[in-house]
């Protein structure tokens, strides 16, 4: 069908092409005028019937009322003269679901067996017939169901006529168009056909001196006019080529030069700003322990303030109980409620320099692994609360819930500072990008392993991430706070450490509004070592 369309000429596929365009739109047309003039139709059959099932159901509710079906019966024997009418029953309502069959009426020749109440939608049309159910009502309340056929006669009959009427217009139609290409295609084809074999002749045999001769004042004639303007201009074009051909390679020669010395520029910038991007990663990295060493100094400062300000308490205890004692005034009340304040004192001294010492420690493993490189037995679970114990400071001013679902046993030997730089950098980015102030958000962190590969997720239910901004996440300075204290460093240093420093790979899942996932893989034989013992 190609070949033949291809090989048919311009005259031939003008003609085509109006006769295939106008077949369509009239057939279009006359199929939209069709459908349209159908559908009206059918609404007013609706319409019609809906309002002769209202009168009879009007006329038919004393009826059911007073138990009258001989009244009914005649009532709706008034349909015999609606020839649409195929049948009619009333149901008389008994209670809440209970209908039952109290009169019918059926056109002649046809024969309703089953006159049980059968429940389905006002109106609707099925098999070819149009089925009404309304509903009877007295002073508001149903009393009974009227069930109402119609046959779609008047829409077959409707279908014929259309056809009818507009099959011979499509025809004559289609004949009218059909004369018009064909004169079109004479006044077009044969200027056109002059033309095609002058371009052949320039084309393959370089024939610059041929000329076209097409009068016409039309488009065709100012379309001869300006090929034979176009010769003229390529029998100059064509000594102005020659010319300018050693010109050319000599600024190509003096290009490739050029190039060649830009990119020694090019590879030595590059160099450049590798070097400056490593030094912002380590300086990134240091800011972040900075921030650290100032949040937990902060939080011990408070238990270690409440413990000192319990032994001041402590301190003015023993000496009122020495002076008394000393004295010979004391009585076995106050040695009772001395020793009580002593104890209290005492507790809550013990009880800020545990917290103080939890901080300690945490901080002390969690700062020292970040400023190392050393590969260590850890587990997994209690690093990571480490971890979260020395964000504290930043974590106590939000309402965010973090959830661990990570098994006691897994332990993983290797440089731990980069978990902590990872599980630390996810966790800021989904402060500042996540979560609007004062709104509540959940985090997990989740890790199991399978297949020898060790699955660690991250997900929060924030904000989401932009797609312009998630195809391009982890590249260097991409952040969505320009100008209010994002480096765009964050993800990029995640993406360094798991598939640098630990060999694994990370992608991001996320949509706005939908929160974000981090998937973390690592090959186990990157994080475990055997023979090696929890110290």
């Not at 590798?274 to 972040?288: C, F, G, I, P, R």
Request: charged residues 25%; aromatic residues 8%; hydrophobic residues 40%.
């Amino acid at each position: 069908m190609r070949q033949w369309y291809a090989r048919l000429g311009f005259g031939g596929k003008i003609q085509l092409i109006i006769n295939v365009v106008s077949i369509s739109v009239l057939t279009l047309a006359i199929l939209v005028i069709g459908v349209g003039f159908y559908g009206e139709f059918k609404r007013n059959l609706e319409h019609r019937v809906l309002q002769k099932s209202n009168l009879l159901a009007d006329a038919a509710a004393v009826g059911v009322v007073f138990d009258q079906p001989e009244s009914v019966n005649m009532l709706l024997s008034s349909l015999t003269v609606d020839e649409g009418v195929k049948s009619a029953i009333v149901y008389k309502k008994y209670g809440p679901a209970d209908y039952r069959y109290f009169a019918h009426y059926e056109k002649e020749g046809v024969k309703q067996r089953d006159f049980s109440y059968e429940r389905g939608p006002v109106q609707e049309w099925r098999d070819g017939v149009f089925i009404l159910r309304l509903p009877i009502l007295v002073d508001g309340e149903e009393v009974g169901r009227l069930n109402l056929t119609e046959d779609d006669n008047y829409l077959s009959n409707f279908g014929v006529n259309i056809l009818k009427y507009m099959l011979p217009v499509l025809a004559i139609s289609l004949l009218v168009v059909w004369l018009l290409s064909r004169s079109l295609q004479n006044k077009l084809a044969a200027p056109l056909k002059d033309l095609t074999t002058a371009v052949h002749e320039v084309a393959y045999k370089q024939d610059y001196g041929r000329q076209v001769e097409i009068v016409s004042d039309d488009e065709l004639g100012e379309l001869g006019s300006a090929f034979n303007f176009m010769l003229a201009k390529l029998t100059e074009h064509e000594a102005f080529r020659v010319e300018k051909e050693s010109e050319i390679i000599e600024l190509n020669a003096e290009l490739e030069n050029k190039v060649f010395a830009r990119t020694k520029e090019l590879e030595t910038s590059l160099d450049n700003l590798k070097m400056t991007q490593q030094q912002l990663v380590e300086q990134e990295k240091m800011a972040s322990l900075g921030e650290l060493v100032a949040g937990v100094a902060h939080e011990i400062n408070t238990p270690i303030g409440v413990g000192i300000t319990a032994v001041s308490h402590l301190v003015e205890s023993i000496d009122r109980i020495s002076k008394a004692f000393n004295s010979g005034t004391l009585t076995k009340k106050q040695f009772s409620d001395m020793l009580s304040a002593i104890l209290e004192s005492a507790g809550i001294v013990e009880s800020n320099l545990r917290r103080a010492a939890d901080l300690v420690k945490a901080f002390k493993s969690v700062a020292v692994d970040q400023s190392s490189s050393e590969p260590r037995l850890f587990a997994l679970r209690s690093y990571v609360q480490d971890i979260l114990t020395s964000l504290r400071p930043k974590l106590k001013r939000t309402q965010h819930e973090i959830h661990i679902e990570i098994p006691e046993d897994l332990n993983l030997y290797c440089d731990p500072g980069v978990i902590s730089q990872i599980i630390t950098n996810l966790i800021m980015n989904s402060l500042h990008h996540a979560f609007e102030l004062n709104e509540k958000g959940v985090i997990n962190i989740s890790a199991k392993i399978l297949d020898n590969i060790l699955q660690l997720t991250y997900t929060d239910n924030g904000q989401g991430i932009e797609k312009s901004i998630l195809k391009r996440l982890f590249d260097p300075f991409v952040t969505t706070k320009r100008g209010q204290g994002g480096s765009g460093l964050g993800t990029h240093i995640i993406y360094n450490l798991v598939t640098q420093g630990l060999g694994g790979r990370i992608q991001c899942i996320s949509e706005p509004n939908q929160g974000t996932r981090f998937e973390i893989t690592l090959p186990l034989e990157n994080v475990t070592a055997q023979n090696v013992a929890m110290p």
